[in-house]
């Protein structure tokens, strides 16, 4: 049993990689990803190691991993993308062994690597500069600390996951629950053991804040970029349960939530089945819940990202619920062939689904056209003169890092009038000035007034086809042949 346990578990490790490695050159960075890789690329560079220039909102660990690969690989996109695919490859078996660990139930083990290799939402996050992939491995690597009389090693794993994203706070009481179901609950070494290697993140984080100013801490700003902290209001729970719903269908796929459906339904149908329920079932369930609801409650954004750390534990439990059924259909001698053939069609259906998110065509992580063109922009200033001007109203973040080492300065302007005040004194002498704008309608307003005030917009081809976004040479009137 344990070299078939093997066999099946390597084979979810090879059949995930399959369906990640794609969006590692594939995919463009969304303007999150942008920043937070251009903040990796100050450090690799050494121009700032500390971020003392930067308004940094975030705990800093995956800019540093991700400053690691720059030195490696060069200063292209996927060396940001390294520490999650990393992680994401090697969440598959670490949540495997959680699953077992958990439960005591190979099978379950088995269906949980399946579902987390499979699942669109870890698929297309893998690929990506997210702090969430990182975030999602280290919680699952504390959680399975704390199932082994491992109580430093926990620690440290939990503090690296604060130090990454301080999300990882909300995953403490199942932390605490898991060492409960241990039995190491009334050890006091253990808890002081477990404090000494979480307080040794803690304590080199606090320090790298301490070493550089921040008007209101790391907390604050995150708390302040994401609109602060309140419950949601009355009239917003039922969109925000809707917009919640739609993220699920979309991170599981339809073939996943229908099995998802059928486990719930065959639990709570058969008393018999119900009653092997384990401590640890209940406790991941307890969590679950109280994890979406509070993100349901809370007034904080609805993103897809906050769902990528629950979904290990969500495959844990369905996969758990599943082997409980079959077990349970071992009594019925038709049951497991009518049960195996379902698995299978469902198998099937699920094909297009992970074809799509090994591409990134589904609305959710990374995919490749997330930057809306900046990347093709970019390269058309990649020889640009010194002082050329690039004038930006919305993608200020992909032109950081896309320009990083370019001589072109980018001008921010909040409106056509702002963008009109700054052309009437500076266009028409020295470098050439340029304006990139979506291809849509969000852009027709801003051409229309310059071509109002006396400007020729010259376009510049970035892509083959249709393309997402277009850069214009702003040119006065006065000075065109």
Request: glycine share 6%.
């Amino acid at each position: 049993m344990l070299r078939s346990w093997r066999f099946w578990l390597l084979v979810c490790c090879l059949l995930g990689a399959s369906l990640r490695f794609h969006g590692l050159f594939a995919n463009r960075f969304s303007a999150d990803e942008a920043l937070f890789a251009g903040w990796a690329r100050l450090i690799a560079v050494w121009r700032d190691p500390l971020l003392l220039t930067q308004a940094v909102d975030k705990p800093p660990l995956l800019f540093y991993l991700q400053a690691l690969f720059y030195p490696l690989f060069g200063p292209v996109e996927w060396a940001a993308r390294m520490p999650s695919l990393i992680a994401s490859l090697l969440l598959v078996p670490l949540v495997a062994q959680l699953a077992r660990r958990l439960t005591g139930d190979t099978l379950a083990a088995m269906v949980t690597a399946l579902f987390v290799a499979v699942s669109p939402l870890a698929v297309q996050f893998s690929a990506t500069a997210f702090s969430d992939p990182l975030l999602t491995f280290w919680v699952m690597a504390a959680l399975y600390g704390a199932t082994r009389p491992a109580p430093f090693r926990t620690g440290l794993l939990f503090g690296l996951a604060l130090a990454t994203k301080y999300q990882a706070a909300l995953f403490a009481p199942l932390l605490v629950g898991i060492v409960w179901l241990a039995g190491h609950s009334r050890d006091t070494k253990y808890w002081l053991r477990l404090s000494v290697g979480l307080l040794a993140v803690v304590g080199a984080l606090f320090a790298w804040q301490a070493a550089r100013p921040a008007t209101g801490g790391l907390v604050a700003l995150q708390w302040a970029n994401i609109g602060g902290a309140r419950l949601a209001r009355s009239w917003e729970l039922w969109p925000r349960l809707w917009g919640y719903a739609r993220l699920w269908s979309l991170a599981l796929g339809w073939p996943m939530i229908i099995l998802a459906v059928v486990v719930i339904l065959g639990l709570a149908g058969s008393r018999r089945v119900s009653s092997r329920v384990q401590p640890a079932d209940a406790l991941l369930a307890l969590f679950i819940f109280g994890y979406l609801s509070l993100h349901w409650l809370w007034a904080v954004p609805v993103w897809d990202r906050y769902l990528l750390p629950v979904l290990p534990l969500v495959a844990i439990l369905i996969a758990r619920g599943l082997s409980l059924l079959w077990a349970s259909a071992g009594q019925v001698s038709w049951a497991r062939p009518v049960f195996i053939l379902a698995l299978v069609v469902l198998a099937i259906a699920h094909l297009p689904t992970a074809a799509a998110a090994r591409s990134g065509r589904l609305p959710i992580g990374g995919r490749p056209d997330a930057d809306g063109g900046a990347a093709a922009v970019a390269r058309l200033l990649k020889d640009a003169p010194y002082g050329t001007v690039l004038y930006d109203h919305e993608y200020s973040w992909h032109w950081r890092y896309q320009l990083f080492d370019s001589r072109v300065y980018v001008s921010w302007f909040p409106d056509a009038d702002a963008l009109l005040a700054d052309l009437a004194v500076f266009a028409g002498q020295g470098p050439p000035r340029y304006i990139a704008l979506p291809s849509s309608d969000s852009a027709r307003p801003i051409i229309r007034r310059l071509l109002e005030n006396g400007y020729r917009l010259e376009p510049l081809d970035a892509h083959a086809g249709e393309p997402d976004m277009t850069l214009y040479r702003i040119i006065p009137e006065s000075t065109s042949d």
